[in-house]
């Protein structure tokens, strides 16, 4: 017997010995459950990476914290709406669409390095022990807080907690010498779907729908139901702004205005079979007329929404074309706390189109296709729309009109963005947020006085004595935007309306501050024009 083959057995024997421990030291790395593991996956080149860099590199270091920053980049490069969560950030990812968190009930904002209080959620913690907009939160928890450190997530940080918890503020208030302490209980605090609703003239009522999230429904549901008692029967969705949510939300708010056995939306995907949502014929405003409003940050369950109304030739979508996302993710949650939203399927409108506009050019240009459009003049012109043609198939309405996909939904009646105002002054104040401001300090100031107006009509008419335009440019040169006369003129009426309804919203809500800036809206104007003037 040779050297060699003595030593073959011993080699192989070591070898598989190796393997093992190295399989087990894997295994131990891995932060997400599997139920069984795929023959894909044994010797995981990752980990095995991970392992060697964990064993032989020349620095040492943590291999958690390489994780966390290597698993975002690998992330990316499937498509742009997967996402890796930290569990550091998953609680408050979710609350934008669970319906609630846990907090005093306040809206803040700061101004001159301090948390001003804007508004106080009725029925919230804050409100119950007697804390009102216009009050200042100089400390927390008997440490000082203000100064120029101070920053949103840091206030947020401070007042959200578990339900149960306290938290200790020191306000300052006007017209009161001394520093107010107040004691406060977090408490659940919701987060409501939608901003406004109510009636236009005596049919039309219009309701505004931020995000599609846990309770969005039922809100919707209540709003529709209020608009309808109250004498409407023509109804304006209004989705502008609306980055989309749960796909449950949307399925369930189409299925008021369609028909048993409409189709909603399906979706389908490598692994994810395909799933048909169809309406039960349940809803209550199946032929009330309908008008959908998107612009170009509408998205997802927004897209889906319009989409259906459109397939089904149920309503009018008006506005600007949407944003392009037809994909569907799903959140898994991960051991450490931190999950990964993973897209799982796509999903198509009833005519069977994807409005997933293009992303295979990378994240970058994706994200700048939004900017590209208002460069090549698409917010302007209907004519300078340009959606992904690599998509070849004729998609048809049920009425038989042609639709696109591959780019998001295109409306039915466009409409181009208002520049009607619009000058350099205005657009250096009213970004630099100055406008809104100084309609909070006019608020502060005041605040007496305007409680006196219990409706929107009656403060509005208040404030057209105040020669608010005026104030606010002194206020502005103030800070040192100086005044232009002829800028001024083109400008003077926007700038008046967005202060009178910064004012009403911080005295009377977000119901007057919508009613107030729809007023001289041009897509409102032509969702009001079409269910005026067309016969059903």
Known sequence: MTKKSVYIPILFALAVIVGIMIGKVLAERSFVAHERQSPEMKGDKLNAILSLIDDKY??????DSLIEKAIPKIVANLDPHSVYIPASDLQSVNEELEGSFSGIGVQFNIQRDTVMIVSVIGGGPSEKLGIMPGDRIVTVNDTTFVGKDISNDKVVKKLRGPKGTKVKVGIKRNGVKDVLSFSITRGDIPVTSIDAYYKIGHDIGYVKVNRFGGTTYEEFSNALAGLKDAGADKFIVDLRGNSGGYLDAAISMINEFLAKGDMIVYTEGKTSPRADAIADGVGRFKSNRLVVLIDEWSASASEIFAGAIQDNDRGLIIGRRSFGKGLVQQQFPLLDGSALRLTIARYYTPSGRCIQKPYGDGEESYESDILNRYLHGELDAKDSIHVDKSDTTLYKTRGGRVVYGGGGIMPDVFVPRDTLG???????????????????VYTDMN???LKNFKNTTELESYLDGEDLVSKFVAYAEGKGVKRNPNLLLKSQSLINTKI???IVRNMLGDNGFYQMLNRDDVTMKAAIFQLSSRTK
């Not at 020349?58 to 291999?63: E, F, R």
């Open 58 to 63: 020349v620095d040492s270091l943590n291999c």
């Open 422 to 440: 619009m000058t350099s002054y205005f657009n250096k104040v009213n970004n630099s947020g100055m406008i809104y401001e100084y309609s909070f």
């Open 447 to 449: 605040r007496e006085k």
């Open 500 to 502: 009178k309804a910064y």
